[in-house]
């Protein structure tokens, strides 16, 4: 197959390239939405799209277009350049998937003509779930290219012709080296999540993917925030876009999230009895580290949970397992680290429980971004222990608010109040010290 490279500035550095970020301040709207308050005068008529489409909007359900979606999807029908501040839970996939399957059915072609860049294959498979739902009256066919997984079936759907890519950054970039996949006629790029394929360290083949797209095309680049690199990145690669933002960095308004300060000591048991508090539970429980999730899973499992873990070192086979079976009511819990549990929409998700703080504010929004979508309302509960202090300082200052504390009976003031009273003994010196030092900590809060 023939492939062709451009050069990544045969387009950039123009002046037109610069981003007008100045329009990207006003609030997000997503919260009396939400409420059912706004008024609903838009729907999805409006757009006057394929009735093909609209059709299948219908038959998924949709009724009101989301902020992000009445404010991106007339410009992306117009062909410009979308600059998109948006975390996830907004309803940004349908924003950029409803005009790219416009464009495919009122021209059809039958070559890659759209390529969705997603950092996680669960991210991936999501947005390829969205493409068959709200294009099954059309003819785009659609294919998802991530690792872990055998090259054979992509290759298949690859010969047979598809229009859409849906593709994690590493497994593309094999497919291009060994010739396998012409993107040189992309009409639309779209680059879902970028801070967190920076995060996981996908710039370089980002960049490197960019050579074999053609300078002429549409770009749509969604972040939850946009840090420095990012922003450079952006810059290179949009054509005088137009900036659009929703959710700013704030929770999405459903979800009611409070701090409970603990120990190291304390959070196994604090969380059985969190847990034992909800009624019908349907929990993502975040960890810090892939091996915490598997034990915390296990140990869950072992007080009679129906849970189930998912994280990085899980084969494709186990990961798809554990996500589906949380889908479908399966396990109650899925633990999961922030990388594997990236892009996951599971509808009604009642509690995200921070296990292990988020190393960012970002981190937090995302998280607890998970419970709380689209129509429904979620709680998030964080175990704050001394070492997180800071971290919950950097959160209450991006979120330009207090995060409520609560203790629940028998782990909080009362337990450090009669350690601390505990009388000095020979021996139990290094005890009360650490129990001081625990206070101290806890404190903090
Ligand atoms: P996203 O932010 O794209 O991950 O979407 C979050 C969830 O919102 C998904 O489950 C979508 O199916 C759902 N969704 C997207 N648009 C709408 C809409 N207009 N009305 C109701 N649900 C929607």
Known sequence: MRRRCYTSNSHANSGSRR??????????????????????????????????????IKAVGYVIPTPIQRQAIPIVLQGRDVMGLAQTGTGKTAAFVLPI?????????????????APTRELAEQ?????????????????????????????????????????????????????????????????DEADRMCDMGFLPDIRRILLYLPPRRQTLFFSATMPAEIRSLANSILNNPVPVQVGNLTPTASVSHCLYPTSDTL??????????????PRVLIFTRTKIRASNLAASLEKNGYR???????????????????????????????????????????SHVIN?????????????????????????????????????????EKALGARIERRWLPGFGHEDRTAAIRLPVQPGRRHFQLSLAGRRRRMRGF
């Open 19 to 56: 981003i007008d970020t100045s329009i990207c301040h006003h609030r997000a709207e997503i919260a009396t939405w939400l409420n059912g308050v706004k008024e609903h005068s838009l729907n999805f008529e409006q757009f006057s799209l394929d009735p093909r489409i609209t059709d299948a």
């Open 101 to 117: 399957l416009q464009r495919l059915i009122q021209v059809p072609s039958r070559h890659v003509r759209a390529l969705i860049l």
């Open 127 to 191: 947005i390829h779930g969205m493409i068959t739902d709200l294009g099954r009256n059309g003819p785009a066919r659609s294919v998802t290219i991530y690792g872990g997984v055998s090259k054979r079936s992509q290759l298949g759907a690859l010969r047979r012709g598809v229009e859409i890519v849906v593709a994690c950054p590493g497994r593309l970039l094999d497919h291009i080296d060994d010739g396998l996949i012409d993107l040189s006629r992309t009409e639309v790029l779209v680059v």
């Open 267 to 280: 959070k196994p048991r604090l969380l059985l009895a969190l847990l034992q508090q909800i009624a019908h």
């Open 307 to 349: 849970v189930s873990a998912l994280q990085g070192d899980m084969e494709q086979r186990r990961r798809d397992e554990a996500m589906n079976g949380f889908r479908a009511g399966h396990y109650d819990i899925l633990v999961a680290t922030d990388i594997a549990a990236r892009g996951i929409d599971v509808s009604r998700i």
């Open 355 to 395: 296990y292990d703080m988020p190393d960012t504010a970002d981190a937090y929004t995302h998280r607890i971004g998970r419970t709380g979508r689209v129509n429904e309302t979620g709680e998030a509960f964080t175990l704050a222990v001394g070492s997180d202090e800071i971290v919950v300082h950097e959160i």
